[in-house]
């Protein structure tokens, strides 16, 4: 056997040939020598193989799993040396085309990391050691020379986000921190004292940069007096505030796309025309103006800008652009996951009606105690859930009041402050003012809809002062409530009182409230991305 040939080389010799062994032994040792002495000191060229996409830079910004393709090609990566060279002969044409060849790689010269947006999460780390193995999730080095070291803007905006990130990791172990303001506290947060530190990094270094491209009405202007306020609240604080705002695009951490979808269906929609082409184009020319006249929006395809939208087409506008509907920041009041509402890149925001554009007189309401009504609600009949609520409970129960159009001389308001919960159920659309109004009031809201995410849920936990309730069990909405028990509804509504502060409206805004949220949420999508000004993007 192949073993015992082996084996034999190394057997004793007859005495006979003892002088010729010693004559093999003499002349071959010194060639083992020289060889191993070329070996170390000849210099050698480094090569290995870099998985390069057919599709070069460009990037859907999928943060998702790794396509097959990918990790089909992934798996090609091979580091030079005799066993990555018997490795890549065997390497099919179709992947041999998807490779690139780089050669002449000098070992002393510094390297920097560089990732490819369309490997997603694939951090391939390649130091020149021969032999060296490499899986998903490492990181990849390339050469680069000394005097292309140079840090930029860019780089300095995102190694403040990394401090961002690990300063908001520590806090889960850290001390409460000291605010003149306001301390978050209590089971109304998923975690508090992370979402304090998220906050003051936030107020610390976060910068926007609001295009000034556009003409008002449809841009730099909303309505501020209506269901959809947030949107002309919004814009207008965007405009003015002087904290969060920089008119130095390279400092920006986010580029704010200033449009109202509000304004659009008001001055741009043809009324009952049921065609949504004007509304799209003007969004289309909009991001083609900004990104041909600055480098930003291409240098990430979108996925550091935002746009912020109460009105029920802000979704459908966002699509007019792939790239804005697929990778920016989609701040909505309509935050529907059967409409493509991404919680992980989307910010669902409050849907307010201020009705005078202040909130005096909106705020209140006397202490759980003397609250006589169990259950309240009045609006119109419009969307799929309302109609189920009104059937079961329209003058059924005189603990629950709900109305299809209140009695003449009741107010709206005063039955809410007389109510123990206040009934939300979704129209058209999931979003609801009556969310933001029960808050208000001191009114627990029941959240009645399919498919909500409610606002700042990244941030609040919403059962610890909501009820939620779903369709089916619209029928048996009198005997959920009446389970919840006196000391837990207490609870419940005192929480209601110290989260409302994070919805209220204030101009100027104050720290902690609904204007500081929005942003907050927005800083939190920001934070979950890492730019480059290599054109990629990569989820942290």
Same mark, same amino acid.
């Given at each position: 056997?192949?073993?015992?040939?082996?084996?034999?080389?190394?057997?004793?010799? $007859?005495?006979?040939?003892?002088?010729?062994?010693?004559?093999?032994?003499?002349?071959?040792?010194?060639?083992?020598?020289?060889?191993?002495?070329?070996?170390?000191?000849?210099?050698?060229?480094?090569?290995?193989?870099?998985?390069?996409?057919?599709?070069?830079?460009?990037?859907?910004?999928?943060?998702?799993?790794?396509?097959?393709?990918?990790?089909?090609?992934?798996?090609?990566?091979?580091?030079?040396?005799?066993?990555?060279?018997?490795?890549?002969?065997?390497?099919?044409?179709?992947?041999?085309?998807?490779?690139?060849?780089?050669?002449?790689?000098?070992?002393?010269?510094?390297? /920097?990391?560089?990732?490819?947006?369309?490997?997603?999460?694939?951090?391939?780390?390649?130091?020149?050691?021969?032999?060296?193995?490499?899986?998903?999730?490492?990181?990849?080095?390339?050469?680069?020379?000394?005097?292309?070291?140079?840090?930029?803007?860019?780089?300095?905006?995102?190694?403040?986000?990394?401090?961002?990130?690990?300063?908001?990791?520590?806090?889960?172990?850290?001390?409460?921190?000291?605010?003149?303001?306001?301390?978050?506290?209590?089971?109304?947060?998923?975690?508090?004292?992370?979402?304090?530190?998220?906050?003051?990094?936030?107020?610390?270094?976060?910068?926007?940069?609001?295009?000034?491209?556009?003409?008002?009405?449809?841009?730099?202007?909303?309505?501020?007096?209506?269901?959809?306020?947030?949107?002309?609240?919004?814009?207008?604080?965007?405009?003015?505030?002087?904290?969060?705002?920089?008119?130095?695009?390279?400092?920006?951490?986010?580029?704010? /796309?200033?449009?109202?979808?509000?304004?659009?269906?008001?001055?741009?929609?043809?009324?009952?025309?049921?065609?949504?082409?004007?509304?799209?184009?003007?969004?289309?020319?909009?991001?083609?103006?900004?990104?041909?006249?600055?480098?930003?929006?291409?240098r990430s395809l979108g996925a550091d800008h935002f746009m912020?939208?109460?009105?029920?087409?802000? $979704?459908?506008?966002?699509?007019?652009?792939?790239?804005?509907?697929?990778?920016?920041?989609?701040?909505?009041?309509?935050?529907?996951t059967s409409e493509k509402f991404n919680p992980v890149k989307?910010?669902?925001?409050?849907?307010?009606?201020?009705?005078?554009?202040?909130?005096?007189?909106?705020?209140?309401?006397?202490?759980?105690?003397?609250?006589?009504?169990?259950?309240?609600?009045?609006?119109?009949?419009?969307?799929?859930?309302?109609?189920?609520?009104?059937?079961?409970?329209?003058?059924?129960?005189?603990?629950?009041?709900?109305?299809?159009?209140?009695?003449?001389?009741?107010?709206?308001?005063?039955?809410?402050?007389?109510?123990?919960?206040?009934?939300?159920?979704?129209?058209?659309?999931?979003?609801?003012?009556?969310?933001?109004?029960?808050?208000?009031?001191?009114?627990?809201?029941?959240?009645?809809?399919?498919?909500?995410v409610p606002p700042f849920s990244d941030v609040l936990r919403?059962?610890?002062?909501?009820?939620?309730?779903?369709?089916?069990?619209?029928?048996?909405?009198?005997?959920?409530?009446?389970?919840?028990?006196?000391?837990?509804?207490?609870?419940?509504?005192?929480?209601?009182?110290?989260?409302?502060?994070?919805?209220?409206?204030?101009?100027?805004?104050?720290?902690?409230?609904?204007?500081?949220?929005?942003?907050?949420?927005?800083?939190?999508?920001?934070?979950?991305?890492?730019?480059?000004?290599?054109?990629?993007?990569? $989820?942290?």
């Amino acid at each position: 056997m192949s073993g015992d040939r082996f084996k034999n080389c190394f057997l004793p010799t $007859p005495a006979g040939s003892s002088s010729t062994a010693i004559k093999l032994l003499v002349i071959t040792v010194p060639l083992i020598l020289v060889s191993f002495v070329i070996f170390v000191l000849v210099p050698r060229n480094s090569s290995y193989w870099v998985y390069v996409s057919p599709s070069g830079n460009s990037s859907t910004g999928n943060f998702g799993a790794v396509s097959e393709e990918v990790s089909t090609a992934a798996e090609a990566v091979a580091v030079s040396g005799e066993a990555a060279l018997n490795r890549s002969t065997n390497k099919s044409p179709d992947v041999e085309a998807q490779v690139m060849e780089i050669h002449e790689f000098d070992e002393k010269e510094n390297s /920097l990391n560089i990732t490819n947006n369309e490997l997603n999460n694939l951090n391939i780390s390649v130091t020149g050691v021969p032999n060296a193995t490499i899986s998903l999730n490492e990181s990849i080095s390339l050469p680069l020379k000394r005097n292309r070291q140079v840090r930029t803007k860019l780089d300095k905006l995102e190694a403040g986000l990394q401090r961002a990130r690990a300063a908001i990791k520590d806090a889960k172990n850290s001390s409460r921190l000291l605010d003149p303001d306001y301390v978050p506290v209590g089971p109304m947060y998923w975690d508090a004292k992370s979402f304090h530190r998220s906050y003051m990094e936030m107020e610390k270094q976060f910068k926007v940069f609001v295009y000034k491209e556009g003409e008002p009405p449809v841009f730099h202007d909303g309505p501020c007096k209506s269901i959809y306020s947030m949107e002309g609240n919004f814009i207008y604080q965007m405009d003015v505030n002087t904290k969060f705002r920089t008119n130095d695009p390279e400092k920006a951490h986010v580029f704010y /796309l200033p449009f109202s979808v509000a304004k659009m269906v008001q001055f741009v929609y043809l009324r009952d025309s049921r065609d949504f082409g004007p509304i799209r184009r003007t969004v289309i020319d909009y991001v083609n103006v900004v990104s041909e006249k600055y480098p930003y929006w291409n240098r990430s395809l979108g996925a550091d800008h935002f746009m912020l939208a109460c009105h029920d087409w802000g $979704p459908e506008a966002s699509f007019s652009n792939p790239y804005l509907g697929k990778n920016s920041i989609r701040a909505l009041c309509n935050a529907n996951t059967s409409e493509k509402f991404n919680p992980v890149k989307d910010v669902s925001i409050p849907e307010m009606n201020l009705r005078t554009g202040k909130l005096t007189g909106l705020i209140g309401g006397p202490s759980a105690s003397r609250r006589p009504i169990l259950a309240f609600f009045a609006g119109g009949v419009h969307g799929p859930i309302r109609p189920i609520l009104l059937e079961h409970w329209e003058g059924k129960d005189d603990e629950i009041k709900v109305h299809k159009y209140l009695p003449q001389g009741i107010n709206y308001y005063e039955m809410m402050r007389s109510s123990k919960y206040c009934l939300c159920p979704s129209g058209y659309e999931v979003a609801s003012p009556r969310i933001v109004e029960a808050l208000y009031n001191g009114c627990i809201p029941v959240l009645i809809s399919k498919s909500y995410v409610p606002p700042f849920s990244d941030v609040l936990r919403w059962k610890s002062f909501s009820v939620v309730v779903s369709v089916e069990d619209i029928p048996r909405l009198k005997e959920i409530l009446m389970k919840i028990s006196s000391r837990q509804y207490i609870r419940m509504q005192r929480r209601v009182l110290q989260v409302r502060r994070h919805f209220e409206f204030h101009s100027p805004p104050k720290r902690f409230d609904v204007f500081h949220m929005i942003l907050h949420s927005i800083w939190l999508r920001r934070l979950n991305v890492r730019v480059s000004d290599g054109n990629d993007v990569m $989820p942290n």
